[in-house]
T-cell receptor, first 113, second 115 residues
Framework: GDSVTQMEGPVTLSEEAFLTINCTYTATGYPSLFWYVQYPGEGLQLLLKATKADDKGSNKGFEATYRKETTSFHLEKGSVQVSDSAVYFCALSGLNTGNQFYFGTGTSLTVIP | KAGVTQTPRYLIKTRGQQVTLSCSPISGHRSVSWYQQTPGQGLQFLFEYFSETQRNKGNFPGRFSGRQFSNSRSEMNVSTLELGDSALYLC??????????????FGEGSRLTVL
């Protein structure tokens, strides 16, 4: 069945460091891929998405490219800020599955000044 | 525009009891889905409702059930609570059932503790 595997945390980085959070997926067909973020005390919110192979999603300086050949959707940011401290979830939504999303287990990121 | 509202935010129950959680979606959103979030398992899909009909169901026992009302509000119920049901239960709404390109809008969740 469909599934998502993401890099386990926690991850601690200094401000302005480069961030990569790995995400790979298993799915039938061509899923859509998402990164959601959960800031402390808040609900999950969409960070970025990509709906077809080679698409790049981007938002708030974060980027992720849908790589079908490696079944990956790694999240990157060139220079993290303290305000980026949060839990990041990779997710996929397959064809004909409505709003049944498959989420990774989440990666906690702490950015220190 | 008000976001997804979940009530209650926190609750404590004992084993064997049952619980009902409520979710009010964003105005105009007709699809409501529920997820269970635990530290070890992450988010796991429970079920999705659209137009008062269950469209999809995850791999959870029959103790977990839900429904949707004509105003799109949804409730989920867990009967005969077990310790392992302790979790954050998240509700998410979207305008329509996914064409697999859609975005989910999440509430802040109902945190259930089973003693």
């Amino acid at each position: 069945g469909d599934s998502v595997t993401q890099m386990e945390g926690p991850v601690t980085l200094s401000e302005e460091a480069f961030l990569t959070i790995n995400c790979t997926y298993t799915a039938t067909g061509y899923p859509s891929l998402f990164w959601y973020v959960q800031y402390p005390g808040e609900g999950l919110q969409l960070l970025l998405k990509a709906t077809k192979a080679d698409d790049k999603g981007s938002n708030k300086g974060f980027e992720a490219t849908y790589r079908k050949e490696t079944t990956s959707f790694h999240l990157e940011k060139g220079s993290v800020q303290v305000s980026d401290s949060a839990v990041y979830f990779c997710a996929l939504s397959g064809l004909n599955t409505g709003n049944q999303f498959y989420f990774g287990t989440g990666t906690s990121l702490t950015v220190i000044p | 525009k008000a976001g997804v509202t979940q009530t209650p935010r926190y609750l404590i129950k004992t084993r064997g009891q049952q619980v009902t959680l409520s979710c009010s979606p964003i105005s105009g959103h007709r699809s409501v889905s529920w997820y269970q979030q635990t530290p070890g398992q992450g988010l796991q899909f429970l079920f999705e409702y659209f137009s008062e009909t269950q469209r999809n169901k995850g791999n959870f026992p029959g103790r977990f059930s839900g429904r949707q009302f004509s105003n799109s509000r949804s409730e989920m119920n867990v009967s005969t609570l077990e310790l392992g049901d302790s979790a954050l239960y998240l509700c998410a709404s979207s305008p329509e059932p996914g064409l697999n390109t859609g975005e989910l809008f999440f509430g802040e969740g109902s945190r259930l503790t089973v003693l």
